[in-house]
C-alpha cells in the first residue's frame, strides 16, 4: 500500500530555516507528481507547493515563493521542502501529498521567538 512519510519538522525562529522530507513507498515514485499542504490551527488545508514528476517546473504559492523550495530525489523515492526565512504564519502541520490521492500524516512545523 502507499505510504508517504513525514519528517523534518519542529521549532524554528522567524528568519530560520527547516527542510521537510516525505519518505514514499507502495507506488512507483517517478511516475507521480507530488505537492506539499499545511494546514494551521482553524485554518483550511493550504496548498503550499507542487513538483511534476520529473521535477521540472515547481509552482508555489504566494505566500511562500522566494522562501521554501519543493525538490525530489526520484532514485531515492523521496520529496523535500527546503523551508527558508520563515515567518509566524508558516505555523501548521504540513502535509505531503501524491497525485495517486494519498496523503502523509502530516510533520508539525512552528515558527516563534
Known amino acids: 500500500q502507499v505510504q508517504l512519510v513525514e519528517s523534518g519538522g519542529g521549532l524554528v525562529q522567524p528568519g530560520g530555516s527547516l527542510r521537510l522530507s516525505c519518505a514514499a513507498s507502495g507506488f512507483t515514485f517517478r511516475h507521480y507528481a507530488m505537492r506539499w499542504y499545511r494546514q494551521a490551527p482553524g485554518k483550511e488545508r493550504e496548498w503550499v507547493a507542487g513538483?511534476?514528476?520529473?521535477?521540472?517546473?515547481?509552482k508555489y504559492a504566494d505566500s511562500v515563493k522566494g522562501r521554501f523550495t519543493i525538490s525530489r530525489d526520484n532514485a531515492k523515492n523521496t520529496l523535500y521542502l527546503q523551508m527558508n526565512n520563515q515567518k509566524p504564519d508558516d505555523t501548521a502541520v504540513y502535509y505531503c501529498?501524491?497525485?495517486?490521492?494519498?496523503w502523509g500524516q502530516g510533520t508539525q512545523v512552528t515558527v516563534t521567538l
Open positions: 513538483i511534476p514528476f520529473d521535477g521540472a517546473g515547481a
Open positions: 501529498g501524491a497525485s495517486t490521492g494519498d
